[in-house]
């Protein structure tokens, strides 16, 4: 069955840290692969995504994502953590074919200390 | 440019009582998505229209949940008969059918509390 598991719940940086937000997917068939990202009371903001190529994207906000078929992962990353970037991290993997939709994992919610 | 909004932004009712939900997709948009978020549950898939037609309504979760599209735009999501598992954020997403390669725009959700 197609699934899709971020393993962190919550995570906790410093401003000015790295961050790394794991995904793990279990699919069939060529995944394409997202991360969107949720600020408190708003909606769901796309992040980037990954259909094909080049296996590291590049997103909005500074955040870039590594696609590794043989680890079936496709982690977010972000050098440096600004206070801004405390929110909700969801990795969704597309279902195409009769039943299109978005398979989501549970999110990853961020905090950031000053 | 308006991106995908969704009406009302806030719902509060009675159990029982039924409730319609609006969402406007992206201008041209050919398909559009109803996902539900509700604490412990997470995302889950409601309903996908292709044009005014659905051709997957596997993710409805009981027969007290209905929708339509009309004109390749506008969709309603009604629940009848309100119950207070279904409070939840609603979203609803629009997107350029590509084949597989498909980006969903969400709009910024109706939160429904069913009292």
């Known amino acids: 069955a197609q699934s899709v598991t971020q393993p962190d719940i919550h995570i906790t940086v410093s401003e000015g840290a790295s961050l790394e937000l794991r995904c793990n997917y279990s699919?069939?068939?060529?995944?394409?692969l997202f991360w969107y990202v949720q600020s408190p009371g708003q909606g769901l903001q796309l992040l980037l995504k990954?259909?094909?190529?080049d296996t590291l994207v590049q997103g909005i906000k500074g955040f870039e994502a590594e696609f590794k078929r043989s680890q079936s992962s496709f982690n977010l990353r972000k050098p440096s953590v600004h206070w801004s970037d405390a929110a909700e991290y969801f990795c969704?993997?597309?279902?195409?074919?009769?039943?299109?939709?978005?398979?989501w994992g549970l999110g990853t919610s961020l905090a950031v200390n000053p | 440019g308006a991106g995908v909004s969704q009406s009302p932004s806030n719902k509060v009712t009675e159990k029982g009582k039924d409730v319609e939900l609006r969402c406007d997709p992206i201008?041209?948009?050919?398909?559009l998505y109803w996902y539900r978020q509700s604490l412990g549950q997470g995302l889950e898939f409601l309903i996908y229209?292709?044009?005014?037609?659905?051709?997957?309504k596997s993710g409805l979760p009981s027969d007290r949940f209905s929708a339509e599209r009309t004109g390749g735009s506008v969709s309603t999501l009604t629940i009848q008969r309100t119950q207070q598992e279904d409070s939840a954020v609603y979203l609803c997403?629009?997107?350029?059918?590509?084949?597989?390669?498909?980006?969903?725009?969400f709009g910024p959700g109706t939160r429904l509390l069913v009292l």
């Open positions: 990954y259909f094909s190529g």
């Open positions: 997403a629009s997107s350029l059918e590509r084949g597989s390669q498909e980006t969903q725009y």
């Open positions: 699919y069939g068939a060529t995944p394409y």
């Open positions: 201008s041209g948009h050919t398909a």
């Open positions: 229209f292709q044009g005014n037609s659905a051709p997957d």
């Open positions: 969704a993997i597309f279902n195409a074919g009769n039943n299109r939709k978005l398979i």
